[in-house]
């Protein structure tokens, strides 16, 4: 067994308050991909908990959540409280889909689900609570000042008509009136310059990538999601640019009314592991998983370290497993590695419907048996609402 594989960014101050509040991995993509059947053992990145839950409504039998930042399992165990212990309209509000002037009393009755922990983190965070949990993440603030500073050049109006298009020609239509110009492009390049992200996020994040020019990059994806993708039900577009859900039928499945009594009582199949990947598989069994949502995890580290941890997942895989992991600016496609086999065609596919900027999407298989797994046809995603 490979030792001392350890995250190269576990210790980064980054990492000790919460840095993502949402997942901004598309969980229809997510989905798609990984297939999840009812029964299968997922091992899922935690970050903020939306696509690991919205996984949930795919009937495995057990997931296990890891994260190596304390503060992103406290704020998944409050969601979950969240989802036990309130009504629908209550978890939208805490949460901050919808509006309110009654978070704390909603956090009081979430609280009564929370262990001690988790409650004296809360209770020592109670000004959070005031916000609605999607915006209290540093990488979604960020993301939504850059929002902010849009909507204050171009006026709200004119970014609420573009989300309300009824039809991509007329989205794409508003989009090159109102919108694209150079204020547009200017704007990209200086908020996600490598300086100015990497101060924002953290240096790590970006050490790999060995071009410039992110605003560009950024732009031009976004410019694909003003475009070519319906903007009416991306939610992730509407968190940056209008700094809210503007939909409640667009929000992360777990969080659609009729799904909330389902993952309720499918809870208790998540168990919590806090520290990193690299010694959560070290220390797994052979053949214990199924499916593998990784994130984006491979930004932070090397093509070594990359080959290390996949050989560490294809042992921990059952046969037919299924593996995915997204990149944000530098390609990582999948390395050679023994027993694991690329699906870059259905990933390249499946990306363009991606309701996000990543630049790079990864499906891997680890086989089975022939006529063992079944090999679903990778069909485009199903709308969100
Ligand atoms: C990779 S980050 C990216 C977040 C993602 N882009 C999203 O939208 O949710 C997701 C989470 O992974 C955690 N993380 C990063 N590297 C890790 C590792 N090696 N082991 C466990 N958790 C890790 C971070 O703490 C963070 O909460």
Redesign the pocket.
């Known amino acids: 067994m490979t030792a001392n594989l350890e ?1 190269p ?1 576990r210790d980064r101050p980054f ?1 000790r308050s919460v ?2 509040a949402s ?3 598309d969980p229809l993509i997510l989905q798609s991909a990984l297939q999840v059947q009812p029964g299968n053992r997922i091992l899922s ?4 908990g939306c696509n690991t839950l919205s996984l949930l409504l795919h009937d495995p039998s057990a997931i296990t959540m ?4 304390p503060a ?1 399992l406290h704020l998944v165990r409050l969601k979950m409280a969240a989802i036990r212990k309130l009504d629908h309209a209550g978890l939208l509000e805490l949460i901050g889909v919808r509006d309110s002037t009654r978070r704390q009393a909603l956090y009081q009755q979430a609280r009564f689900g929370l262990a001690q922990a988790d409650q004296e983190y809360w209770d020592a965070n109670l000004p959070l609570i005031d916000q609605g949990l999607f915006r209290i993440g540093r990488t979604d603030r960020y993301m939504m000042v850059f929002g902010k500073i849009i909507r204050a050049l171009y006026g709200r109006r004119k970014l609420e008509r573009l989300f309300a298009a009824e039809t991509l020609d007329e989205q794409r239509r508003l989009f090159h009136r109102d919108i694209n110009g150079p204020v547009w492009r200017t704007l990209f390049k200086v908020f996600f310059h490598r300086a100015v992200i990497s101060r924002a996020k953290d240096p790590t994040h970006f050490r790999y990538v060995d071009f410039d020019g992110f605003g560009d990059r950024f732009r031009k994806r976004t410019e694909w999601m003003f475009t070519d993708i319906p903007l009416h039900d991306n939610y992730f577009m509407s968190m940056v640019f209008l700094g809210r859900y503007r939909d409640e039928r667009a929000v992360p499945p777990y969080l659609l009314a009729e799904n909330q009594a389902t993952v309720a009582e499918r809870l208790d199949r998540i168990q919590f592991f806090l520290g ?3 010694s959560l598989l070290g220390a797994t069994e052979d053949h214990t998983f199924d499916r593998f949502n990784l ?3 491979f930004d ?1 580290v090397d093509d070594d370290h990359l080959t290390r941890m996949l050989k560490r997942v294809v042992r921990s895989s059952k046969p037919c497993g299924r593996l995915v992991y997204w990149n944000t600016l530098m390609p990582r496609p999948m390395p050679p590695v023994e027993g694991l086999e690329s699906h870059a065609g259905e990933a390249a596919a499946l990306l363009e419907k991606d309701r996000f900027i990543y630049a790079h999407f990864t499906i891997g298989e680890i086989p089975g048996n022939p006529g063992d797994c079944e090999s679903p046809a990778v069909a485009a995603p199903p709308p969100c609402s």
């Open positions: 995250s960014v990492l840095s993502y997942c901004w991995e990145i935690a970050s903020g890891v994260d190596m930042n992103q990193d990947l690299e994130s984006n995890l932070w």
